[in-house]
């Protein structure tokens, strides 16, 4: 139970005072759970985030569900997800509350008139990153441009497109794997018998 | 019947939530303003950007911010638990499933394969918010300063990285003096 409650607490002060969301939190959650802590040795941490990363979902509350339940099982795992969302929730409603009264107020429309084009190029900023590190070549340029084909212009929902794209790669990633492990084993194979040839050789040699 | 909405919305963003927060962003968008029409596009614009000033991740920030104008506080507790759940259950089944090296490797490289998809969702969700109702001044024979004021932040974002919060502020003074 004491556990649990220092789970709560340490990720309740990572979530009320991180900004930028998932990722700007690791350093932190690292910081507490590895290095003052010591609840989970450092190499088996990061193989969990590199686990948790590739999940659905909220990042932030995906770390905190596997090192709550790593350290402290499923009160653990309850305990850390809830000291990732609550500060949040409470700040959300505070300011949405706050917002709903005032949003009229000539000074608050003139404000947010200058914020929602802001908006729209912090949205699409990070999206031309992505296509920048996924590596996306001139083949390959199809997939992301049919994507915004349908949601944008056919307004198709982006749920069946990840769907589709989900189909899609898993059988890209199950077509690279098979190829990876034959060219393994090809590679093995191939090696095999040279190995004692290339000693007997040595050995000739070595007697000559 | 807008709870039930609300827990279906949100356990589907969070079983098909792949790539982060702005990843999701593009889904709550399509329900939220196309589908349901909880909101207008400004409205969406609004709570993205004080979703985006507040501490805590995102996609939790957009859920409780839904949740709230469309059903209150209760609404608000329910569409963020929605949104966790699939989390909750991925816990216990995922963790005995994936934490052998074979099937970690293929969930990355479904990942990398499903990287591209994922950028045109969130392209398209900008593109979608490309309206006279964000841009008010579009169009109209004036200075276009809400076109000035995107591509610069585009430009801060993109090229240099700059804190999305400081963009946000210095848009917010610039919409207070020049509208």
């Known amino acids: 139970m004491k556990k649990a409650l220092q789970l709560f607490l340490t990720f309740f002060r990572i979530g009320a005072f991180t900004l930028g969301g998932g990722y700007a939190m690791l350093s932190l959650v690292e910081k507490a759970v590895v290095d ?19 999940l659905p979902g909220v990042f932030a509350v995906n770390t905190a569900l ?35 009264e005032y949003r009229d107020q000539p000074v608050v429309e003139r404000i947010f008139k200058g ?32 994507a915004v084909f349908l949601i944008w212009w056919c307004k198709i929902s982006p749920a069946y497109v990840i769907l589709a794209a989900i189909a899609g790669s898993l059988i890209y990633a199950v077509i690279i794997n098979r190829r990876e492990t034959a060219r393994l084993r090809d590679y093995e194979t191939s090696r095999s018998p040279e190995v004692p040839k290339s000693r ?9 | ?52 000033m507040t501490p805590g991740p995102i996609s939790i920030n957009l859920a409780t911010y839904v949740g709230y104008t469309t059903a209150g506080l209760g609404g608000s507790l329910l569409a963020s638990f929605a949104l966790c759940l699939p989390s909750i259950i991925m816990v216990y089944f995922i963790l005995k499933l994936f934490m052998n090296q074979k099937s970690n490797a293929l969930m990355e490289n479904t990942l990398k394969g499903l990287k591209p998809a994922i950028a045109g ?14 841009f008010v001044d579009f169009g109209r024979g004036q200075n276009n300063i809400s076109v000035v004021i995107c591509v610069l932040v585009f430009v801060a974002s993109y090229f240099f990285k700059a804190n999305p919060i400081l963009l946000i502020v210095i848009s917010g003074v610039i919409g207070f003096f020049a509208y």
């Open chain 2, 1 to 52: 019947m807008i709870y039930l909405q609300l827990l279906w919305v949100f356990v589907k963003i969070g079983v098909l939530g792949f790539g982060g927060g702005y990843a999701m962003l593009s889904l709550i968008q399509h329900e939220v303003v196309d589908h349901y029409a909880w909101m207008s596009t400004t409205d969406f614009a609004d709570m993205v950007a004080i979703s985006q």
């Open chain 1, 115 to 146: 914020i929602r084009p802001c908006v729209v190029a912090l949205i699409l900023a990070p999206s031309l990153r992505m296509i920048k590190s996924a590596k996306v070549s001139w083949k390959t340029a199809i997939i992301p441009i049919a």
């Open chain 2, 121 to 134: 969702l969130i392209f398209a969700a900008g593109l979608s918010m490309m309206n006279t109702q964000n």
């Open chain 1, 66 to 100: 596997y090192v709550g339940h790593r350290v402290a099982g499923t009160k653990g795992a309850f305990a850390a997800m809830l000291g990732a969302i609550i500060p949040s929730i409470v700040i959300i409603l505070l300011l949405a509350t706050v917002f709903r």
């Open chain 1, 200 to 208: 007997s050789q040595n050995e000739k040699e070595a007697e000559s």
């Open chain 1, 36 to 54: 003052q802590k010591k609840w989970i040795p450092t190499d088996e941490f990061w193989d969990m985030i590199a686990v948790v990363q590739s």
